[in-house]
């Protein structure tokens, strides 16, 4: 399996700009998530989705960020505008049902976003 | 009060000394804890979780739990410079199919 994927793994935007990221989870894991890390803060949950569905986004700093799961195989999370107070690395995550009890989320490499 | 609570570090240990982690968690709801281990500039992955209070040992790692006390810590005998990375402390509120984490603690292993 190739795991959970990514895009972009950088971008490099300008305050004010939209910018979307992208996550193509394991195939067949219910669930989806996505973190944020940065130095200051750890790492934070935003949002996380069971079967495609929004199950509690209260991670979501404000109005500015919204996600989506259209289907099973995609999921995206926008930022519009973006403030530099944004910069960070951005994680996706998916989980099969077992692994959400067992604590395993499988983790993407990270999309490290770069707010000027 | 941060739900997970990890001292930042550095921990710097020697080679083959025991590298001591803790983590403390303010729900007294949470059922399931996890340690992730985060390689400079990669994702975090799972070593261990833990469940009941007392040891679970897996190799060279230790997990221990005090529900009383809210405290989980992550023992790594026999350090080995490989082991050097950020340790993520993450717990699983019952009920809830998410993971709190903490900030995590970095840890150097000297030869």
């Known amino acids: 399996d190739a795991g959970v994927i990514q895009s972009p793994r950088h971008e490099v935007t300008e305050m004010g700009q939209e910018v979307t990221l992208r996550c193509k989870p394991i195939?067949?894991?219910?669930?989806l998530f996505w973190y944020r890390q940065t130095m200051m803060r750890g790492l934070e949950l935003l949002i996380y989705f069971n079967n495609n569905v929004p199950i509690d986004d209260s991670g979501m700093p404000e109005d500015r960020f919204s996600a989506k799961m259209p289907n099973a195989s995609f999921s995206t999370l926008k930022i519009q505008p973006s403030e530099p107070r944004d910069s960070a690395v951005y994680f996706c995550?998916?989980?099969?049902?077992?692994?959400?009890?067992?604590?395993?989320?499988?983790f993407g490499e990270g999309s490290r976003l770069t707010v000027l | 009060q941060k739900e997970v609570e990890q001292n930042s570090g550095p921990l710097s240990v020697p080679e083959g000394a025991i590298a001591s982690l803790n983590c403390t968690y303010s729900?007294?709801?949470?059922?399931?804890f996890f340690w992730y281990r985060q390689y400079s500039g990669k994702s975090p992955e799972l070593i261990m979780f833990?469940?009941?209070?007392g040891d679970k040992e897996d190799g060279r790692f230790t997990a221990q739990l005090n529900k009383a006390s809210q405290y989980v810590s992550l023992l790594i005998r026999d350090s080995q410079p490989s082991d050097s990375a950020t340790y993520l402390c993450?717990?699983?509120?019952?009920?809830?199919?998410?993971?709190?984490f903490g900030a995590g603690t970095r840890l150097a292993v000297h030869p």
């Open positions: 833990i469940y009941s209070n």
């Open positions: 195939s067949g894991h219910d669930y």
């Open positions: 993450a717990v699983k509120a019952g009920g809830y199919n998410k993971l709190i």
């Open positions: 729900d007294r709801g949470s059922q399931s």
């Open positions: 995550a998916s989980s099969p049902i077992a692994g959400v009890n067992t604590g395993e989320l499988f």
